[in-house]
């Protein structure tokens, strides 16, 4: 299983979806106000109009669903994400994710510092109890540490629903799963851009994740 998702990410990540080509603009839903002043912006998904991408293609759909937001993808060794076309510089992004059908070897997680398809920050999880950070810079893929997609028990299984939690704070990069700290890296190659939602398969065809409750808070 580590071969094949290390095997898979060679790919995924590097191919383009609809934020690629989506212009950066202020998001005209979804919420930067509330009780809590570090919130920079948030989503229940529940407004279709908050700004998040709605596509689809042969190869799978991004798009709001039943008071959530879904990334479907149908193809292999792909990755398909979405961006709410916002900029932020230093940021802790909490997600509720669960996966709704397809195989448990895939991949889901959040985007921090997107600049374009060929440069932002990744932290992700499978459905089978991996996980794993990197970033793209000018095209060129960067997974963290030695293991590749290391094995944890703190992923929780299946279609159980995962509480994710990135923070990119100045060079430091931290990846959560159910409030658990999974890993940590230093790294300066970006200092600011978009936040965002991403779903992929590896050698199986056909996932369906599900993500609720979006926060962006000030660290």
């Not at 529940?46 to 042969?58: A, E, F, I, N, Y």
């Not at 792909?78 to 916002?86: C, F, S, T, V």
């Not at 993500?211 to 000030?218: E, G, L, P």
């Amino acid at each position: 299983m580590l071969f094949v998702l290390s095997l898979g990410l060679v790919l995924v990540l590097a191919l383009t979806s609809c934020s690629a080509i989506k212009s950066v603009l202020p998001s005209t839903g979804g919420s930067n106000s509330g009780k809590d002043s570090n919130v920079l912006f948030s989503d229940d998904f529940s407004k279709t109009s908050s700004g998040w991408d709605q596509t689809t293609t042969d190869s799978g759909s991004t798009d709001y669903k039943n008071d959530a937001y879904e990334i479907i993808v149908n193809a292999t060794n792909y990755d398909m994400w979405a961006n709410p076309g916002l900029t932020f510089t230093d940021t802790r992004i909490e997600v509720d994710a669960t996966k709704v059908a397809g195989s448990d070897n895939n991949d889901f997680g959040v985007l921090c510092r997107y600049v374009d398809v060929d440069n932002y920050y990744f932290a992700i999880v499978a459905s089978d109890g991996f996980y794993g950070m990197g970033k793209m810079v000018d095209g060129t893929q960067t997974i963290f540490g030695d293991a590749g997609m290391p094995e944890t028990d703190k992923v929780k299984p299946g279609s159980i629903p995962n509480h994710l939690r990135f923070d990119c704070v100045g060079s430091k990069l931290s990846f959560y799963a159910n409030g658990n700290l999974l890993a940590e890296y230093e790294d300066s190659s970006l200092t600011s851009g978009d936040v965002g939602l991403i779903a992929g398969t590896f050698t199986e065809s056909g996932t369906d994740v599900s993500f609720d409750n979006f926060i962006v808070y000030k660290p």
